[in-house]
């Protein structure tokens, strides 16, 4: 199975393209891009990692300067 999320309307969709090769959005009708969904899983859950890193970092740096004073 293979996903893609459309760049101009942001609808989220599985499709059944066993070449990963462009297709249409099923909702506007733009070409987007379709993705294994493992990969493109693992990219959303990394990506998700780092924000929720840098968060946790400028809470600390937010708060080591709120207790100072």
């Known amino acids: 199975m293979s996903i893609y999320r459309c760049k101009y ?3 989220v969709s599985e499709c059944t393209n066993p070449n990963f090769t462009p297709t ?5 009708g733009k070409p ?4 294994d969904t493992v990969t493109f899983v693992e990219h ?16 600390r740096t937010r708060d080591k300067k709120f207790h100072k004073n």
């Open 32 to 35: 987007v891009m379709v993705f």
């Open 24 to 28: 249409q959005c099923s909702q506007c």
């Open 44 to 59: 959303l859950v990394k990506r998700y990692n780092e924000v929720a890193q840098e968060l946790h970092k400028l809470t």
């Open 9 to 11: 309307c942001k609808h």
